[in-house]
T-cell receptor
Framework: DAGVIQSPRHEVTEMGQEVTLRCKPISGHDYLFWYRQTMMRGLELLIYFNNNVPIDDSGMPEDRFSAKMPNASFSTLKIQPSEPRDSAVYFC????????????FGPGTRLLVL | DAKTTQPNSMESNEEEPVHLPCNHSTISGTDYIHWYRQLPSQGPEYVIHGLTSNVNNRMASLAIAEDRKSSTLILHRATLRDAAVYYCILINTGGFKTIFGAGTRLFVKA
């Protein structure tokens, strides 16, 4: 299995632009998670999906952030408009349902908003 | 949501065993103890997990206290490639509110 795939790996954009991050979970995994990692706040859970349905988005920082999962093999995290404070590494992870609930992470997207 | 406490950093010599501690005093009965590690510029990588009993795999061993309020990740022979940030987290069915703390940064000296 190829593991969790994320694209792009690096993104540089200007403040105010729309940014779309993409994730392909491991085949057969029913749960998908989006995390953000910064030096100041560490690794934070933003939102997670079960069977393509958003279950908990309480970690999404504000309305500029939105996430979708149109099918079992694809998810997007969109930031519109982007701001410099959104600069971070964004990770996608997936897991199978049931114990032990192990999550498998992608390589991340490093976002820089100028 | 149950949280964990780990030392900020630890140091080890190459080819010596390393014991990384974690306290999780508010652990619930359905929480699985997971350990992940993060190498520079990579995503967190699963290392090992356990519920009540000690566990061994090809990467490490996990020792769980009898009251489950603490655990220890054991790397039997540290190598330079083991230098990373190690996270101890609790995962259960309750909403998957996975909380990653700051982790322990492991330095390995040649």
């Amino acid at each position: 299995d190829a593991g969790v795939i994320q694209s792009p790996r690096h993104e540089v954009t200007e403040m105010g632009q729309e940014v779309t991050l993409r994730c392909k979970p491991i085949s057969g995994h029913d749960y998908l998670f989006w995390y953000r990692q910064t030096m100041m706040r560490g690794l934070e859970l933003l939102i997670y999906f079960n069977n393509n349905v958003p279950i908990d988005d309480s970690g999404m920082p504000e309305d500029r952030f939105s996430a979708k999962m149109p099918n079992a093999s694809f998810s997007t995290l969109k930031i519109q408009p982007s701001e410099p404070r959104d600069s971070a590494v964004y990770f996608c992870a997936s897991s199978i349902p049931g114990p032990p609930w192990t999550q498998y992470f992608g390589p991340g997207t490093r976002l820089l908003v100028l | 949501d149950a949280k964990t406490t780990q030392p900020n950093s630890m140091e080890s010599n190459e080819e010596e065993p390393v014991h990384l501690p974690c306290n999780h005093s508010t652990i619930s009965g359905t929480d699985y103890i997971h350990w992940y590690r993060q190498l520079p510029s990579q995503g967190p990588e699963y290392v090992i997990h356990g519920l009540t009993s000690n566990v061994n795999n090809r990467m490490a061993s996990l020792a769980i206290a009898e009251d489950r309020k603490s655990s220890t990740l054991i790397l039997h022979r540290a190598t330079l490639r083991d230098a990373a940030v190690y996270y101890c987290i609790l995962i259960n069915t309750g909403g998957f509110k996975t909380i990653f703390g700051a982790g322990t940064r492991l330095f390995v000296k040649a």
